[in-house]
């Protein structure tokens, strides 16, 4: 029977199948089983988004996980849905208005919301279809938006009752501020870079003295913002001048010096520093301890603004610092300039440096939220993979500040408070209020700002299961199993859904936080359009298929410093899918119709049954089950890369090269009606396992294998929710016991493990594998085709001889055998001959007749005096001094390990040609 065609082609296939699975409701939990569910949360991407190799690492993770739990008998639930990305929406509307010669300001907060939510009607919904092309399970029936109904709520009650416990405040503090999105940003939000800076020294005259203080600072423009110097005060060099006064240059204005131990580090610079408390965080809160006014300079565009000089005013900064620092040369005010490398924040959106500016915004107090997450994580209710990323998460929480959540945007979760006119209350509420709830006044009007994005992605694994409502999903799937996403978004994304899961419901979000690496391009640095390295997952799903790209992920997902992408390996996957397929065809056509497997298991998958079974049979059958188990226990401890590779090498070299081949002698014209049926019954079984194994990896391509095999009673219609081979491990020498019941494509296949059975089939085909690779080699150095048939002899004691023998068909079948001549430990073998021992087992390769002794062994003198020469010739440029002296310690390296490989295969040929009496 054959039903495959002739070559795999992804794009006929992949399409159908997910229609097919999601139409049939495969991708919801199972409501028929008391199993604790399986439920992970997708990372919500940008509702506008495309699919990059980030997403699509994430998406192949959790789904391979998924498939596995679903197909192991847990109900797996993986929540979808998309983010509503704040500034990156924004700024892409905003794009678009600038090209119509218009903006947000001028045609109004309403008309700008209508716009974007166009925006997103006509270009969100593409990055849920790039998923479903890969193959993402996703139940999609429990979408979420992060700004639709259920997760406004959400947010709401979540505002609300941080509001009501003292948790949210609004207060007037430095923030970072970034120009040019014209809003605030959080911490996290800001990344910082070393540059090359300097280190201008100022003279701050002394009030009433012809003495100056020196100050230091990496930012001069700023100064014009100062109101104060401090200086240590137990700094000898300044004895005597706090309390006292300087005249600010450039402006005049008098400020005090003052005396901080915290500020000051009497080594750094001077020893004096000047005081901005409008545009320096440190200086903020120096200027809260000693009373310092705080002046700002800065405006929110970025360019010097009044009470500084007029001469300044409307410069950028960059402009500004020039100015300033020509003007107090001009003045005789700077004293030097010296290198210094600087810490500079960067805003990540936007890539412009981020001013520190004091700004009234809304906060979070995350103090005890921080301490509840730590204590959920040392108690074990959370653990991080890889282990190493806990003490990451301990160091960021223990070091946390108050978050900063107000933006001023339009786009997003308005804050719900309202702002009294007549009395200057604040109103907070569930619902809007009508009057001020502080005097009763009408005239109220809500905040501008909007929240920060990661307020609601904060409550993700709460809103996506129905919260604040005592949902049944609630009840049956919180806490979720799996949080697996990038290690880059641990304190943006995991450390907030860890503080606000523990605050709502009192338990954590999830059991288990699986950290990735990030997927860098080929060239080895992180993936931009401006250094044209970046990969589409579509594009490689569209030229190699959806299968392959995704066996390649998993097999790069162990990896946590980063992720090379190499285009060459996504091809080699789509080999192995073509391997796959190709071997699958062999399987269908030798298989005859009508072929009995549950007939085959009740006769042959028992303990009275194994004897029925050819060696080679019970090996494929055990090693199958072996296989299996490793995987399964591999994806347990999330080392898909080790999974992956163990079935990988299973199918190809194994399954493949080996069992494949070894099948021929079962089912060919020699072979009897009941081997040919065990045979059969036996490939079927096997590639059932493999297939069953696979399917988390490559879904597409197994479902449409699996499909076409004969079935046995109870399978399902789908590949997708049949059983994974659990496998229950039979050891001891009672040949008798065996599991009661096994899960799986065979009712009683683990009880293959252990048994002595399968021992000595292992041994058996152990010794073939040995004596066909031994006969190949032989072949190989006398130059003589695979395909040569010769006769070969085999040197062994009984024990192997009698193992040997009885595998002489199946040997002498896989190395193009004339014949196979087993010989005792004490019998002579021909002298013009060559040889080879595998594990006390001589393979000998007799050459009379197959070769012209003269002519090789004329061959391998020639051979010995090049591998000679060339040996001498770079032992004695090792032996050289000098060359060791100058050469890097990789050259010299190199070229032992060349030596060491010439060395070596001098001794082969000069072995073979005293075998031929050289």
């Given amino acids: 029977m054959e039903k495959l065609s002739s070559v795999y082609e992804p794009s006929a296939v992949e399409a159908r199948w997910y229609r097919l699975w999601n139409e049939r409701g495969y991708f919801k939990p199972s409501t028929a089983t008391d199993r604790a569910p399986f439920t992970v949360v997708l990372p919500p991407p940008n509702v506008t988004g495309r699919l990059h190799m980030g997403h699509a690492l994430t998406a192949t993770v959790q789904d391979c996980l ?278 500079i924040g960067y805003s990540q959106r936007t890539n412009v440096v981020v001013e520190p500016l004091p700004s009234d915004q809304w906060f979070v107090s995350v103090g005890s939220m921080a301490e509840a997450a730590i204590g959920a994580v040392r108690d074990g209710a959370t653990r991080f993979v890889p282990e190493y990323r806990t003490n990451d998460f301990y160091r960021w929480m223990e070091n946390i500040h108050d978050w900063c959540i107000s933006r001023q945007l339009w786009w997003g979760h308005r804050i719900p408070a309202w702002h009294c006119q007549a009395c200057a209350h604040i109103t907070v509420g569930r619902e809007d209020p009508s009057v001020c709830a502080g005097c009763g006044s009408a005239a109220i009007a809500q905040d501008e700002d909007v929240l920060d994005t990661w307020f609601s992605s904060g409550l993700w694994p709460l809103t996506t299961l129905g919260w604040p409502e005592e949902s049944a999903d609630l009840e049956r799937f919180y806490p979720t199993a799996l949080m697996e996403t990038g290690w880059d978004i641990l304190f943006f994304w995991v450390a907030r859904m860890m503080m606000f899961g523990i605050h709502f419901t009192g338990d954590v979000p999830f059991r288990t936080v699986f950290l990735h690496s990030m997927v860098l391009g080929e060239d080895g640095q992180k993936m931009s359009k401006t250094k044209g390295n970046v990969v589409d997952p579509i594009e490689l799903i569209e030229g190699f298929g959806a299968d392959a790209l995704r066996f390649y992920l998993a097999t790069m997902a162990g990896q946590d410093q980063g992720i090379i992408f190499s285009r060459a390996r996504v091809e080699g996957y789509r080999h192995f899918c073509n391997k796959l397929w190709n071997a699958s065809r062999f399987v269908m056509m030798n298989l005859d119709e009508g072929l009995d497997r549950d007939a085959f298991e009740r006769e042959c998958l028992t303990a009275d049954g194994l004897d029925r079974l050819g060696a080679a049979d019970r090996w494929i059958l055990a090693r199958s089950v072996e296989v299996a188990r490793e995987v399964g226990e591999l994806l347990g401890a999330f080392r898909l890369d080790l999974a992956a590779h163990a079935i990988y090498q299973f199918v190809w070299y194994e399954l493949c090269d080996w069992y494949l081949e070894l099948a021929k002698t079962g089912l060919g014209e020699g072979a009897t009606e009941e081997t040919r049926r065990i045979t059969q019954g036996t490939l079927v079984t096997a590639l059932d396992l493999v297939l069953r194994v696979l399917h988390p990896f490559v879904p597409f391509i197994t479902e449409e294998i699996w499909q076409q095999l004969p079935r046995r009673e109870g399978d399902p219609a789908s590949l997708m929710i049949a059983a994974y081979p659990e496998v229950t491990a039979w050891s001891g020498d009672d040949e008798a016991r065996r599991p009661e019941t096994m899960a799986g494509p065979i009712a009683a296949v683990g009880a293959l493990l252990g048994s002595r059975a399968v021992a000595e089939a292992r041994e058996q085909i152990a010794r073939v594998i040995d004596v066909v690779n031994a006969a190949r080699s032989l072949k190989a150095k006398v130059k003589l085709s695979l395909g040569k048939r010769v006769d070969v002899m085999v040197r062994a004691g009984a024990t192997e001889a009698a193992t040997i023998g009885g595998m002489e068909a199946q040997i002498c079948f896989l190395a193009r055998l004339s014949g196979l001549q087993v010989i005792g430990p004490e019998d002579e073998a021909p002298r013009e001959a060559i040889s080879e021992v595998v594990r006390g087992v001589e393979v000998i390769l007799p050459l009379a007749g197959v070769v012209d002794v003269a002519a090789e062994r004329a061959r391998l003198e020639k051979e010995i005096a090049r591998f000679e020469k060339d040996a001498a010739s770079l032992d004695k440029k090792l032996q050289n001094p000098g060359f060791r002296a100058k050469a890097p310690a990789e050259v010299i390296a190199k070229d032992e390990a060349r030596l060491a490989s010439f060395q070596e295969s001098l001794a082969v040929l000069r072995a073979t040609l005293e075998r031929l009496g050289g």
């Fill in 66 to 343: 998924v498939r596995w739990q679903r197909m192991c008998g847990a109900p797996a639930l993986w929540l979808p849905g998309t983010d509503h990305a704040g500034i990156a929406t924004q700024v892409m509307v905003e794009r678009e208005l600038q090209k119509e010669g218009t903006s947000r300001v001028e045609i109004g907060r309403e008309a700008f919301l209508e716009r974007v939510w166009t925006w997103k009607n006509e270009h969100g919904g593409i990055i849920d279809r790039q998923h479903e092309a890969l193959g993402a399970s996703l139940d999609w029936d429990r979408y979420r938006f992060t700004l639709d109904e259920v997760s406004s709520r959400a947010v709401r009650e979540a505002f609300c009752r941080l509001h009501e416990q003292g948790l949210i405040y609004r207060a007037y503090r430095l923030i970072n501020w970034d120009w040019a999105s014209q809003t605030a940003l959080s911490d996290l939000e800001v990344e910082h870079r070393e540059v090359d800076g300097s280190l201008w020294h100022i003279a701050y005259p002394i009030e009433g003295s012809e003495r100056h203080l020196v100050v230091a600072t990496t930012r001069p423009e700023t100064m014009l913002g100062d109101s104060g110097v401090a200086v240590h005060p137990e700094d000898p060099r300044y004895e005597g001048l706090i309390g006292q006064h300087v005249i600010l240059p450039l402006t005049g204005r008098r400020i005090p010096i003052v005396g901080d131990p915290i500020l000051v580090d009497m080594a750094f610079g001077t020893g004096a520093v000047k005081v901005t408390p409008a545009h320096d965080f440190n200086d903020f809160e120096t200027g809260k301890r000693h009373d310092l006014d705080v002046i700002c300079v800065i405006d929110k565009a970025g360019r010097i603004q009044a009470p500084a000089p007029e001469r300044f005013q409307g410069l950028t900064v960059a402009d500004a610092r020039k100015a300033v620092v020509a003007a107090l040369e001009a003045e005789g005010a700077l004293v030097k300039v010296e290198p210094h490398k600087l810490n």
